[in-house]
């Protein structure tokens, strides 16, 4: 079993985050990855409503770029990413960070 512990974290606001876990295992999150990764109760879809419709936008050539406001931590277990577009709900445990990494080997593990 891996490491849920991390060693090192490097938050870039505009790129994204880089985990090195106790084990030595580097994850490399992009944005828009830990954005659709949002394990909130409303992006999981737990109160059984579905995640809201966004508003369509009254110019279809912009799209707002997705960038982080923030990072905080959550006790000693999470982060909590403040996203852009107002979401702030979503509480990224390290077991949920390592248990997404998105790296060619944690992909062909779960495979």
């Known amino acids: ?17 880089q985990i090195v876990w106790k084990d030595g295992h580097h994850s490399e999150y992009t944005l828009q990855y830990l954005r659709d990764h ?3 109760a409303t992006c999981t ?7 809201p419709a966004a508003p369509p936008a009254p ?6 770029v997705l960038k982080m406001d923030g990072v905080e931590p959550v006790g000693r277990y999470a982060l909590r990413f403040l996203w852009n577009d107002g979401h702030t ?4 445990s390290f077991e949920h960070l ?3 990494c998105p790296c060619a080997q944690c992909h062909s593990e779960k495979s």
């Open 38 to 40: 949002c394990p909130c």
């Open 59 to 64: 110019f279809q050539m912009y799209k707002k």
């Open 98 to 100: 390592r248990g997404i």
């Open 45 to 51: 879809n737990a109160h059984g409503t579905g995640a």
């Open 89 to 92: 709900t979503g509480i990224y």
């Open 1 to 17: 079993m891996w490491s849920t512990d991390p060693k090192n974290i490097e938050v870039s606001l505009c790129s994204g985050v």
